[in-house]
């Protein structure tokens, strides 16, 4: 599957409500977050829940699911330690609307398939997640009292460092001053 083809896929921000009556909570997410190889920090992925008056989300901690991003060739993914939900999304009661960080990633050593950074390229892929992408599958309490699911996508694009892009480009520059 191509860069640009997987980024369509993934790209679309899965809105789903579980339900029979019209309201049902609803759950999007920052469908491509990018990144750098060596990027030192929490990488967030964010999104928007939103639980409608009666409607309550449960723990993530207890019910919920989020799968690991992976590249299409399965050679590398953010595995290693430092993934997890965010606090600010478990410290969330629950109820009204919560926007912000929902699963942080984290680039380490532990990571597969680290090598000095991560590999370039799109991890969105995990044949467990919904739909075989990376994922984030949330429980919650409807207003008949009923279990309710829904399912967002998401994925991180680790692209090349400025750095070295710009030295390209300033490299193009002074050979081209040469050539005068």
Known sequence: MTLNRMMAVVGISVVAGV???????????????????NFGGTIAITGTITMNSGESLLSPLSMSSWSLPFNAGLTAGFNGPGQGWDAGFLAWNGIGTY???IVNHVITPGNFGY?????????????????????????????????????????????????????????GLVSRRRRR
């Open 19 to 37: 339900g029979a009556f019209a309201g049902a909570a609803t759950f999007t997410m920052t469908a491509v977050t990018n990144t750098t190889p």
């Open 99 to 101: 926007s912000g960080a």
């Open 115 to 171: 090598s000095g950074g991560m590999p370039l390229g799109l991890y969105g892929t995990n044949p467990l997640g919904p739909g075989g992408l990376a994922g984030i599958t949330l429980n919650y309490v409807d207003t008949n009292g009923a279990l309710g699911t829904f399912s967002a996508n998401y994925a991180i694009n680790v692209v090349p460092a400025p750095g070295p892009i710009a030295l390209l480009g300033l490299a």
